[in-house]
């Protein structure tokens, strides 16, 4: 494991202040000791070899004991030691290059002056070696602290998500069974009276009237299942989904819809359209034969449907009512979400009441061609 601390720009400059004290080192060491070419040779080999130290560091530190068994660069074979401690992970091989700086420094092969020289000098090897060693190791383990840090707050991040997708499945979960508690129960119950309304009826128009409804009842709950299904898979793919609906369910939506109404097609067969376009094109026709049908009884309608390479437009106007709306609950938010769907698509949706008293209902798509 090599250490990531400190950062490029920080790294560079310690490099630069290391190896400028190693070359001090060596050019003061010159002045003062009159050393030979061949001790000079090395100490400036053991200063040029420590650009390299971090990709190299036992390669470096091997480098850096000829020098220092002469007395020549001490300080490069330091920067040589706290390098391995910092860099390798191997405690056996930094205790051995640190015992290898010890008894080079000490020069334990040559007769000291006096015994108490030689105990100095074993003092001076300790600090000198104690030293670089501890602060490698020191930053050493920084620098895995650093990344047990990093690794610990992304275990408690992808903790986090994990506790927000299970509260998001339980509401879902919950949200699924209200739906299908409430809105199943009454739909159910509009089914069930449309079919006795549909046997008892005594004319053909009540008939077919009643048989509209329970087809459209059943319709919704089919689409209510999908949705129970979808909100209880958390996530997940549900099975046995009904397909969505596309631009060829268009004529089965207005034909089960008991709105008077007119269709104008104009379709390119060549163009492919995505199928979230498809599915915009359904839900606004849908949104419009519904909001005719609750505001606008007994009015007729006119369908223009055109698709080219360059657009989509969909367009549903119909005259004013000839009877009175009865008062049904709406919360407006059919339009709000088709002009989202719109959005979504990069196109606009348009609507607004006509001089005449009807309304009109646009849907305007651009295609990539």
Not at 203 to 213: K, V, Y
Request: aromatic letters at 4%.
């Amino acid at each position: 494991m090599t250490t990531r601390w400190p950062p490029p720009g920080q790294r560079f400059l310690i490099d630069v202040l290391l190896i400028g004290l190693a070359s001090a080192d060596v050019v003061l060491n010159g002045i003062d000791g009159g050393y030979s070419t061949r001790a000079m040779t090395l100490a400036i080999m053991a200063v040029a070899v420590l650009a390299v130290r971090r990709r190299f560091p036992y390669l470096v530190f091997a480098a850096t004991i000829p020098a220092l068994v002469v007395g020549s660069a001490v300080v490069a074979a330091l920067v040589a030691l706290y390098t391995v401690a910092e860099q390798r992970a191997s405690r056996v091989h930094i205790y051995g290059c640190a015992a290898v700086v010890f008894v080079c420094y000490t020069s334990v092969w040559e007769t000291p002056y006096s015994n108490a020289s030689r105990l100095l000098d074993i003092v001076y090897a300790i600090l000198f070696t104690g030293a670089p060693l501890l602060l490698g190791l020191l930053m050493r383990a920084r620098a895995e602290l650093s990344a047990k840090l990093v690794e610990i707050d992304r275990a408690h991040r992808h903790e986090q998500e994990l506790i927000v997708d299970k509260a998001l499945a339980r509401e879902r979960t919950n949200l699924s069974r209200e739906m299908h508690d409430v809105v199943s129960h009454q739909v159910s119950l509009i089914a069930v009276q449309a079919g006795a309304l549909q046997v008892t009826a005594p004319d053909e128009e009540t008939a077919r009237t009643a048989r509209t409804i329970r087809k459209l009842s059943v319709q919704t709950l089919d689409e209510l299942r999908d949705m129970v299904g979808v909100l209880r898979a958390a996530g997940g793919h549900p099975e046995a989904l009904d397909p969505p609906p596309s631009i060829d369910d268009v004529d089965a939506l207005v034909a089960n819809s008991g709105v008077a109404i007119d269709i104008s097609t104009d379709v390119d067969p060549a163009v492919t359209l995505p199928a979230a376009v498809q599915r915009a094109i359904y839900r606004v026709v849908q949104e419009g034969l519904t909001n005719i049908a609750k505001h606008a009884p007994g009015a007729h309608a006119t369908l223009e449907l055109g698709v080219t390479i360059q657009r989509v437009q969909v367009t549903l106007t119909n005259n004013a009512p000839n009877r009175t709306p009865e008062r049904l609950p709406s919360d407006r938010y059919g339009l709000l979400g088709l002009r989202e769907r719109a959005d979504l698509l990069g196109g606009s949706l348009s609507s607004g009441r006509l001089a005449d008293g009807g309304y009109r209902l646009s849907l305007h798509i651009p295609l990539a061609g």
